[in-house]
């Protein structure tokens, strides 16, 4: 006799001549060896990344898109025996509902509600990936990708955006500092001798140099 021993997160099929004898949990089993074969399935959640899918969108316009999807082996006998490759299953029904989803809408929908990529993505690979015994808890898009030229002029409208944000807020300052330059020389108009009192001001600070204008200066007139 033979001993295997199962691990908690595992399930073994135990096939006998090429047909399934039974499934053994977490534990130590005994079997026999000869015309015995063990497979051995993990049962714990798993990632799969489907990324870089070029896709067309319902204008026309193609975009890779990246999506993400949790699943966990719920059914190991059909896991093992319902397909040659169940991962290669779950692969295509990911990359399937991705082009549904994305051929239904326009490129402007999914850059505005990138929520919207991600809806209607995990009812049909659930559904596609249980005839093989797997559970699929989420299916998320990731990222999406424009062509080339979208993302240039993309970044172009926004520079310009910006630049046009800065010269509105350095024109705004210009006119706030011309206001204050013609409320002040209009006080001054009105009160000469608010001059004065500033030039004395200034006089008083060190190393401050006065050009006086002789025009300015009283006569004995």
Not at 4 to 18: A, I, K, N, S
Request: no cysteine; proline share 5%; net charge neutral.
């Amino acid at each position: 006799m033979a001993h295997v021993t199962v691990m908690e997160w595992q399930r073994v099929l135990l096939f006998v001549d090429g047909r399934l004898d039974r499934v053994l949990e977490p534990g130590r089993h005994s079997y026999k060896e000869k015309r015995s074969t063990l497979v051995t399935v993990e049962m714990r959640p798993r990632q799969m990344h489907v990324s870089g899918q070029e896709v067309l969108t319902r204008d026309g316009v193609s975009v890779r898109v990246s999506v993400m999807a949790t699943w966990a082996v719920s059914d190991p006998v059909a896991y093992a025996t319902a397909s040659d490759n169940a991962d290669r299953v779950l692969y295509a029904a990911v990359q399937d509902a991705i082009r549904e989803v994305v051929a239904g809408a326009s490129l402007e929908d999914l850059m505005t509600d990138r929520a919207r990529l991600s809806e209607g993505l995990a009812e049909p690979v659930a559904a596609r990936a249980a005839t093989v015994g797997v559970t699929v808890s989420e299916v998320k898009a990731r990222d999406l990708m424009p062509p080339g030229e979208l993302r240039r002029a993309a970044q172009e409208t926004l520079l310009a955006r910006e630049r046009g944000r800065a010269e509105l807020e350095r024109a705004r300052g210009e006119a706030a500092a011309l206001r204050t330059l013609a409320n002040a020389a209009r006080i001054l108009e009105q009160h000469p001798a608010l001059l004065h009192l500033r030039t004395l001001q200034v006089a008083e600070s060190p190393g401050t140099r006065l050009v006086l204008d002789p025009r300015a200066l009283p006569t004995d007139d």
